[in-house]
């Protein structure tokens, strides 16, 4: 069966029939479930913590922040990205009082089962010492008990640094942060040695207690294991403002990893991308517009413009924001459908709303015949990206989809909206 119709009349460059996009038996049993994430958003009150979750994932203006109020506690909320990722975001107010519950009393239950730590520290902060005490005590709790979690910083409020002196200010701040960290967890490391080592001493104390006794000696109690001497922390930094794209850059790399059937996308788009002939493929969440795949061919990778991709969120974002303001729809509502931008004699592109999650970018050299028979070709796609719109419907419809349905079929079952659920939403305000 062709997955892609040739639609230019006359032998236009995009004609696809190679049958390569689709879910083969394979692809489709790579299909992973639901996956929840927890996400810890930490840092001293006031350092853009909310702002950043608020434009993100609830379309709010980077202006409308200066109103959002200080977040008291835990202020969590459940984000669905894509049909089957949920991300539970735990917005930690930053108040020291908070911060020392969240150390002793809540240490457990906030961090066990972390998948990601998103650490922010506000650049303009006087008081980089304490922050950086506090940043340690923090990574110290998250590798007791949240070893495997990714951690993100962000050096946040980077507008407020002359432009001139912004890359030397962020390096300084990563080696004080990586420095930093290595500390954290050569304390747990400690911690968990010294403790052993009265462990151990209490037992062989017992040990002869209960021979004298004439008593059996129990099993070794087990502590679990110190955090090894060359403990690699996975972590990433980015400078980031809300003023600016910096801020897409580091949500979607942040994101990028949690996606499930990352490679299943990746690969279809691949073969989408050679099928029509283009330079370039984006694939945006349809809230967020945080950049979820992208495909380049080898001509795009000549472009220099390596922060193309979260300009094109951001862009997208505000010519949302813009039709929300002139249709007076609200901000979350699904502004438009369809964008088409043909710049002459060098390039053509088009952003088309692409399964119920997603919109995707086509870029494109430039000629009417090619570009709308990537539109139709695009079109023609769409079914074989159901999968991004909800999880599999159980092993039977993975197992039994064998050739991949076709379109107006969805051999993957339920379909979900990507929508921003938890206590504040709606048109509300994330902190009230
Ligand atoms: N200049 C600047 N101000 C920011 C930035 N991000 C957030 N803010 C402002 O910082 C203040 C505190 O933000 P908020 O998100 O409430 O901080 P939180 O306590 O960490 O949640 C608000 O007035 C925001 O407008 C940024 O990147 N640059
Ligand atoms: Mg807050």
């Not at 304390?187 to 017992?206: A, H, P, Y």
């Not at 600016?244 to 996308?265: F, G, R, T």
């Not at 028979?373 to 999880?391: I, M, Q, T, Y």
């Amino acid at each position: 069966m062709s997955d892609l119709e040739t639609t230019t009349g006359s032998g236009g460059p995009a004609g696809v029939t190679d049958g390569s996009i689709g879910g083969g038996p394979t692809t489709q049993t790579q299909l992973k479930k639901v996956k929840k994430q927890k996400v810890l958003l930490m840092g001293k009150s006031g350092s853009g913590k909310s702002s950043m979750r608020s434009i993100i994932f609830s379309n709010y203006l980077a202006r409308d922040t200066r109103r959002l109020g200080a977040t008291i506690d835990i202020d969590l909320s459940h984000v669905k990205f894509l049909g089957n990722l949920t991300l539970n975001l735990w917005d930690c107010g930053g108040q020291e009082a908070f911060m020392e519950n969240y150390l002793s009393q809540q240490r457990a239950h906030v961090f066990s089962n972390v998948g990601v730590l998103i650490y922010v520290f506000d650049i303009e902060s006087r008081d980089v010492e304490r922050d950086l005490a506090t940043y340690v005590n923090i990574i110290s709790a998250l590798v007791q008990y949240s070893r495997e979690a990714q951690v993100f910083v962000l050096i946040h409020k980077m507008d407020l640094i002359p432009p001139q002196m912004r890359e030397e200010v962020f390096v300084q701040r990563v080696a004080l942060v990586r420095k930093k960290t290595a500390e954290a967890v050569a304390i747990v490391r400690k911690g968990f040695l010294s403790q052993s080592q009265s462990q151990s001493q209490q037992q062989s104390q017992q040990q002869q207690q209960q021979q004298q006794s004439g008593q059996i000696s129990p099993t070794a109690t087990t502590t679990s294991a110190p955090p090894p001497e060359d403990l690699e922390i996975d972590m990433q930094l980015f400078a980031t403002s809300i003023w600016d794209q910096s801020l897409y850059k580091a949500w979607a790399s942040i994101i990028h990893d949690l996606v499930p059937n990352l490679a299943v996308i990746e690969t279809q788009l691949a073969s989408l991308g050679v099928a029509i002939d283009a330079d370039e493929i984006l694939l945006f969440e349809r809230t967020s517009f945080l950049v979820v795949s992208k495909w380049t061919s080898r001509e795009g990778d000549n472009n220099p413009y390596g922060d193309r991709f979260e300009r094109m969120s951001n862009i997208l974002k505000s010519w949302k924001h813009t039709c929300s303001k002139f249709t007076g729809t609200p901000r979350n509502a699904e502004q438009f459908s369809e964008f088409e931008y043909k710049m002459g004699s060098q390039f053509s592109m088009f952003v088309t709303k692409f399964t119920t999650n997603t919109y995707i970018l086509v870029c494109m050299p430039p000629g009417e015949a090619r570009f709308n028979s990537a539109k139709l070709n695009v079109a023609a796609a769409r079914p074989w990206f159901k999968f991004l719109d909800g999880p599999p419907a159980g092993a039977a419809a993975a197992a039994g989809g064998g050739g991949g349905g076709g379109p107006g079929q969805n051999p993957y079952g339920a379909v979900a909206g990507s929508y921003y659920q938890g206590g504040e939403h709606g048109m509300g305000h994330p902190d009230s």
